[in-house]
């Protein structure tokens, strides 16, 4: 069928004018900008040296290593729950399905903040968190105020966010995967953790990587809980990446600083993409 | 006994899931320092119209609230335009560049979006533009992943429909809005929830694009509220409840559109 050649481009113009303007543009505009620094009220290029003070930037290295342990702690811990959490959903035999799944999605409707705010007061020190760990005769801990136990309370909150989120998504991959590989686990009698681990993760492994990947870059970013559950205290063992790149560009308004670090996240974000492809050796 | 197991430990991650929620509810309605009492208070209190009065005293709630509700609602319509048409496009016709365009759009997913804030920042500034509905609506109107679950969906809508149509004399933009369109509406109906979401939490963007105390939307407006240095967790809770409340009923009404939209486009 011949039709107007010009005509797709018409359908599609509003959303490449606008893709150009506001992502494509800005994404280069921010490279540039990484190599130039504010002198005598103008910007002008110096090269490397953004770069190079990052080198020597203790809070930035803090900042990757937290973003580095919150990821390599959270999204594991996250992606196996909600597998058990799908699997366990996907049961033959359990009735109110429906009321599961939408429960434990209900998290991942929230705002970030609002949730952010809302674990900020669960965690004081008086909170009720602690209150109910004082039931199980559990002392007291620090949730907010504490090195450790801040980069826990993170963790904990974007578990609780996220979990359900993915779990939807495996639970989908679940349903349609054919019967007959597990009736013929069956026949070889495996067990039911034995089915899992050798028959239902290997057949998720795109989806899997799927999530893994939008977790990590997810992560890489991670902004919102940091600003409002810690302000990326104590002594910046909540900064992340995404809260530094704030405070640079819009804090002391060091828009080439703040551009060079969101390049490093971009340089992650596609190093750990790389890796997780090649690791997990899926070839589509 | 296996049975009693499961159960069990479902009904343990629900209680986990939805605690918080209930939890909120009681601090909208309970005055501050009862959210820290032991034993712990677990019933809703008398205080719902004070702690209402204390935070519209504190961040004008009518103006911040309505300026959430207008921006994710006008935010949802025009970028559903744009978005089908795209995705319209990129499913149903062939033209040059449509997979590197196709291609391109997904690849900037990966991009995060900070490497494109202060940009953003920019070039509204530059035009003035700060602090506008504008600025908070429009940057982001072009959404791949809306872009790429509309897609999804048209691509199985039956390509001999279109062309039939169009022997009969139909123009182009009526056989996308009288025939394509209508029989996408679950499509349509999971991208709007997703995008009434996306934009209705978002925080970062509206933090800086906003100067003023007029222009902030929900989320802002909230997080301003613990940076005092005394907080009133009564109205704190009472601001959370709010920016929650109409996103979980939105949800729970929508919920089995946008599961399915959001499943149909990660499983494919």
Same mark, same amino acid.
């Given at each position: 069928m011949k039709t107007n050649k010009s005509l797709p481009y018409l359908f599609i113009a509003p959303a490449l004018l606008l893709f150009a303007l506001f992502t494509i543009y800005p994404i280069f505009s921010s490279f540039?900008?990484?190599?130039?620094?504010?002198?005598?009220?103008?910007?002008?290029?110096?090269?490397?040296?953004?770069?190079?003070?990052?080198?020597?930037?203790?809070?930035?290295?803090?900042?990757?290593?937290?973003?580095?342990?919150?990821?390599?702690?959270?999204?594991?811990?996250?992606? &196996?729950?909600?597998? %058990?959490?799908?699997? $366990?959903?996907?049961?033959?035999?359990? *009735?109110?399905?429906? @009321? =599961?799944? #939408?429960?434990?999605?209900?998290?991942?409707?929230?705002?970030?903040?609002?949730y952010s705010i809302l674990f900020s007061i669960i965690l004081q020190d008086e909170g009720i968190m602690n209150t109910v760990l004082g039931f199980f005769g559990i002392d007291a801990i620090q949730w907010l105020g504490d090195p450790f136990w801040a980069k826990v309370s993170i963790?904990?909150?974007?578990?609780?966010?996220?979990?359900?989120?993915?779990?939807?998504?495996?639970?989908?991959?679940?349903?349609? &995967?054919?019967?007959? %590989?597990?009736?013929? $686990?069956?026949?070889?009698?495996?067990? *039911?953790?034995?089915? @899992? =681990?050798? #028959?239902?993760?290997?057949?998720?492994?795109?989806?899997?990587?799927?999530?893994?990947?939008?977790?990590?870059?997810?992560?890489?970013?991670?902004?919102?809980?940091?600003?409002?559950?810690?302000?990326?205290?104590?002594?910046?063992?909540?900064?992340?990446?995404g809260l530094y790149i704030y405070q640079n560009g819009f804090k002391y308004f060091d828009f080439g600083y703040a551009s060079a670090i969101a390049y490093v996240v971009v340089l992650l974000v596609g190093i750990l993409t790389f890796f997780q492809f090649k690791f997990t050796g899926d070839k589509s | 006994?296996?049975?009693?197991?499961?159960?069990?430990?479902?009904?343990?991650?629900?209680?986990?899931?939805?605690?918080?929620?209930?939890?909120?509810?009681?601090?909208?309605?309970?005055?501050?320092?009862?959210?820290?009492?032991?034993?712990?208070?677990?019933?809703?209190?008398?205080?719902?119209?004070?702690?209402?009065?204390?935070?519209?005293?504190?961040?004008?709630?009518?103006?911040?609230?309505?300026?959430?509700?207008?921006?994710?609602?006008?935010?949802?319509?025009?970028?559903?335009?744009?978005?089908?048409?795209?995705?319209?496009?990129?499913?149903?016709?062939?033209?040059?560049?449509?997979?590197?365009?196709?291609?391109?759009?997904?690849?900037?997913?990966?991009?995060?979006?900070?490497a494109t804030l202060i940009p953003l920042f920019q070039l509204m500034s530059n035009f003035n533009l700060l602090d506008t509905y504008f600025a908070l609506i429009v940057p982001q109107l072009c959404f791949p992943f809306a872009i790429f679950l509309l897609r999804q969906n048209f691509l199985a809508f039956p390509t001999e429909l279109i062309e039939a149509a169009r022997l009969d004399g139909a123009g182009e933009m009526r056989i996308f809005l009288t025939i394509v369109l209508p029989s996408m509406k679950p499509a349509m109906a999971a991208a709007a929830i997703f995008l009434?979401?996306?934009?209705?939490?978002?925080?970062?963007?509206?933090?800086?694009?906003?100067?003023?105390?007029?222009?902030?939307?929900l989320p802002v407006a909230l997080s301003s509220l613990i940076g005092l240095s005394i907080i009133d967790y009564g109205q704190v809770m009472m601001g959370v409840t709010i920016a929650t409340i109409p996103i979980i009923v939105f949800f729970l009404a929508l919920q089995r559109h946008f599961i399915s939209g959001m499943l149909g486009s990660a499983v494919k």
């Open positions: 540039v900008l990484s190599f130039q620094s504010m002198e005598g009220g103008k910007y002008v290029f110096t090269g490397l040296s953004n770069y190079t003070r990052l080198l020597g930037d203790d809070i930035f290295w803090k900042a990757l290593g937290n973003t580095g342990i919150i990821l390599i702690v959270q999204v594991p811990v996250m992606i &196996l729950l909600a597998l %058990v959490l799908a699997n $366990a959903l996907n049961s033959q035999l359990l *009735r109110l399905k429906g @009321f =599961f799944r #939408v429960s434990f999605f209900l998290p991942a409707v929230t705002s970030l903040v609002a963790i904990v909150a974007m578990t609780w966010r996220w979990t359900g989120y993915n779990m939807v998504i495996f639970l989908a991959a679940l349903q349609s &995967l054919s019967h007959e %590989v597990y009736e013929a $686990a069956d026949l070889d009698g495996a067990n *039911r953790i034995q089915k @899992f =681990f050798h #028959v239902t993760v290997p057949q998720l492994k795109p989806v899997i990587l799927f999530a893994t990947i939008l977790s990590t870059i997810g992560t890489l970013q991670l902004f919102d809980e940091p600003f409002n559950l810690t302000k990326g205290g104590p002594a910046d063992s909540t900064m992340t990446l | 006994m296996r049975k009693i197991g499961l159960y069990s430990m479902l009904g343990l991650f629900t209680i986990i899931s939805i605690f918080p929620f209930y939890w909120m509810i009681i601090g909208a309605t309970n005055e501050s320092g009862k959210m820290f009492t032991n034993p712990p208070t677990l019933k809703p209190g008398d205080q719902f119209m004070t702690n209402l009065q204390n935070l519209n005293a504190s961040i004008d709630l009518g103006r911040v609230f309505f300026n959430s509700v207008f921006v994710s609602v006008v935010y949802v319509i025009v970028a559903l335009m744009v978005c089908s048409t795209a995705a319209y496009a990129l499913s149903k016709f062939e033209f040059k560049g449509r997979n590197a365009i196709f291609t391109t759009l997904l690849l900037s997913m990966m991009i995060p979006y900070q009434f979401m996306t934009q209705w939490n978002n925080f970062m963007w509206p933090l800086v694009a906003t100067t003023s105390n007029e222009m902030a939307t």
